[in-house]
């Protein structure tokens, strides 16, 4: 399906939600399905962008990027529109950046069903406020991404993953040179260490990290910010993306943590603005 097409599903009459994005309860009845586009329509690797349709396999398109050495700072698995429309960065978010300075630009479409084109091609384009932001995160009740302009990063040399048993993660940290993730569960330590073998080797050996498989299981109860410096403070099972302040934990969210705030009550009003009708994922929590 081509943008055009795409456009003209979603203007059709009555509510519609986006596979690939998920809605907490289950889907919702007399709600049409539909599938952004999909496919690289092109890659610049001398100026490391690329267009895509927001249905892009992330692995396929990693699979591409590798052939010019570069990569693309997503979490694989999943729709390079769906993992922008979440707005979760990936574990390597410390080394990589969130996932919102990945796009460039977005043709979405409205709840009218017309094409809008946010952002620009180039990494230096907004004067202003970016709409691109917006879209990061909504989980599609604002528009529904069609296709996509991203920025590409260098493929590291080398990239592997060393652990060491600490209490405390932060001496460790503060002896590492930019490392792409560094995580700790309260008693244990693990960090990507990326570039020129002798370099992340040199890393290893100042940090007293051992070589390891990869990363743990991250528990799935719940997914929380917090200040990055207070994570020593955390309590049960849990593993913290030091120097982020993401906490993945077994638990799921205290109710107090629940309640309506002021980002909240913010964006239901720009989802107002957007889609006044609460036509685009209807079910899809805001909160």
Same mark, same amino acid.
């Given at each position: 399906?081509?943008?055009? #097409?795409?456009a003209?599903?979603?203007?059709?009459?009555?509510?519609?939600?986006?596979?690939?994005?998920?809605?907490? !309860?289950?889907?919702?009845?007399?709600?049409?399905?539909?599938?952004a586009?999909?496919?690289?329509?092109?890659?610049?690797?001398? &100026?490391?962008?690329? %267009?895509?349709? =927001?249905?892009? $396999?992330?692995?396929?398109?990693?699979? #591409?990027?590798? &052939?010019?050495?570069?990569?693309?700072?997503?979490p694989?698995? !999943?729709?390079?529109?769906?993992?922008?429309?979440?707005?979760h960065?990936?574990?390597?978010? *410390?080394?990589?950046?969130?996932?919102?300075?990945?796009?460039?630009?977005?043709?979405?479409?409205?709840?009218?069903?017309?094409?809008?084109?946010?952002?620009?091609?180039?990494?230096?384009?907004v004067? !202003?406020?970016?709409?691109? %932001?917006?879209?990061?995160?909504?989980?599609?009740?604002?528009?529904?991404?069609?296709?996509?302009?991203?920025?590409?990063?260098?493929? $590291?040399?080398?990239s592997?993953?060393?652990?060491?048993?600490?209490?405390?993660?932060?001496?460790?940290?503060?002896?590492?040179?930019?490392?792409a993730?560094?995580?700790w569960?309260?008693?244990? *330590?693990?960090?990507?260490? &990326?570039?020129?073998?002798?370099d992340?080797?040199?890393q290893?050996?100042?940090? =007293?990290?051992?070589?390891c498989?990869?990363?743990?299981?991250?528990?799935?109860?719940s997914?929380?910010?917090? $200040?990055?410096?207070?994570i020593?403070?955390?309590?049960?099972d849990?593993?913290?993306e030091?120097?982020?302040?993401?906490?993945?934990? !077994?638990?799921?969210?205290?109710?107090?943590? %629940?309640r &309506?705030s002021?980002?909240?009550?913010?964006?239901?009003?720009?989802k107002?603005?957007?889609?006044?009708?609460?036509?685009?994922? $209807?079910g899809?929590?805001?909160?």
């Amino acid at each position: 399906m081509d943008l055009t #097409a795409f456009a003209a599903e979603v203007g059709a009459t009555g509510p519609v939600t986006i596979t690939g994005l998920g809605m907490r !309860g289950g889907p919702v009845a007399g709600v049409r399905t539909l599938r952004a586009p999909a496919g690289i329509e092109w890659i610049q690797a001398d &100026e490391m962008t690329l %267009r895509c349709g =927001a249905g892009t $396999p992330i692995d396929d398109l990693d699979a #591409a990027l590798a &052939e010019v050495g570069q990569c693309v700072a997503l979490p694989p698995g !999943g729709t390079v529109g769906g993992a922008l429309s979440v707005g979760h960065s990936g574990i390597r978010r *410390l080394g990589y950046g969130p996932v919102r300075d990945v796009l460039l630009q977005a043709c979405y479409v409205s709840d009218g069903g017309e094409v809008v084109q946010a952002g620009g091609p180039t990494v230096k384009n907004v004067s !202003g406020f970016d709409l691109c %932001r917006l879209l990061v995160g909504a989980r599609g009740t604002l528009g529904f991404i069609g296709d996509v302009i991203i920025r590409s990063r260098p493929r $590291p040399a080398h990239s592997q993953w060393f652990t060491a048993e600490v209490d405390d993660p932060f001496p460790t940290f503060t002896r590492l040179y930019r490392p792409a993730c560094v995580l700790w569960n309260g008693s244990r *330590l693990w960090a990507l260490l &990326e570039g020129h073998p002798d370099d992340v080797a040199a890393q290893a050996s100042a940090g =007293a990290l051992a070589g390891c498989d990869g990363p743990p299981t991250l528990p799935s109860g719940s997914r929380r910010i917090v $200040p990055p410096a207070s994570i020593g403070s955390l309590t049960g099972d849990f593993v913290a993306e030091v120097g982020v302040g993401v906490v993945h934990h !077994g638990e799921p969210l205290p109710e107090g943590d %629940r309640r &309506e705030s002021s980002v909240t009550k913010l964006t239901r009003r720009i989802k107002a603005e957007f889609d006044p009708g609460g036509r685009l994922n $209807p079910g899809v929590s805001l909160g």
